[in-house]
């Protein structure tokens, strides 16, 4: 069983190859920094869903070094708004930004440098988001998904990626590494909070996907 659902993960990663030589750079960038990206699948899943409601302006946390982030600006800008993104590591931001510029698409888009639980509460209330992408620090996910509800646009989506934390969620508290067990009781809350409080469904592929709906 388990065998099959990784033959057909990466069946679908394959499929989903991406052809951009400077995305194509970035990918294998990723590997041998050790930056972790989103997966061709999730990110296949993720541009469907933002294409799917036009997203006109669109947040992400944790940008990294852009790759997820060139994909939603380009859907963002398309639909003539922009994307807004955030990261806190400044050596990630600022390769961020050569890669938006080696895309041709940095003036049309606004990277932040900064902790998005700082700098969250800084953007324009008056200017909310579509489509909003959770990508940062796993134990602090409850804490972004509060701040940023407020941001999102009626019938807006919020796209969480690495909700079952490498599939620790769905075990038992004994049998995660006590090192996890905090982010992991942390991200249980979350789900059990989306869940029960909100239009959310969890999606056990890739790292575990949820997506809420305003
Ligand atoms: C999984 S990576 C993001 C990957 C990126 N979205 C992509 O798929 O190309 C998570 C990033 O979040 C950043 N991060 C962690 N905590 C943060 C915070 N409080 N505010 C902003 N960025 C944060 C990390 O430095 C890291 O680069």
């Known amino acids: ?66 790759y997820s982030g060139l994909f939603l600006a380009q859907i963002a800008n398309e639909n003539g708004g922009q994307l807004t993104t955030i990261e806190i590591d400044e050596k990630r931001h600022k390769k961020a930004i050569e890669n938006f510029k080696k895309v041709g698409i940095f003036e049309k888009n606004h990277l932040i440098l900064g902790d998005a639980l700082e700098e969250i509460p800084k953007l324009n209330k008056d200017n ?14 409850i804490k972004f998904f509060t701040m940023c509800w407020n941001l999102l646009n009626e019938n807006g989506i919020v796209f969480i990626d690495n ?29 059990q909070k989306l869940n029960n409080e909100f239009d959310f469904v969890l999606l056990p592929f890739g790292d575990g996907v949820g997506l809420v709906r305003k």
Not at 23 to 48: A, G, H, Q, T, Y
Not at 130 to 136: C, E, G, K, L, P
């Open 1 to 66: 069983m388990i065998e099959n659902f990784i033959k057909s993960s990466e069946y679908t990663q394959k499929l989903f190859d991406v052809d951009d030589e400077v995305m194509k750079s970035m990918e294998i960038e990723s590997l041998n920094d050790n930056v972790p990206i989103i997966s061709r699948e999730v990110l296949n899943f993720m541009i469907f869903n933002a294409k799917g409601i036009r997203a006109k302006n669109i947040l992400e946390i944790g940008t990294a070094t852009g």
């Open 128 to 141: 909310k988001f579509d489509f909003i992408f959770i990508d940062a620090a796993k134990g602090q996910y």
């Open 163 to 191: 909700i079952m934390f490498r599939g620790l969620v769905s075990e038992s508290e004994t049998e995660v590494p006590k090192r996890y067990r905090t982010i992991v009781q942390r991200l249980k809350e979350f789900i």
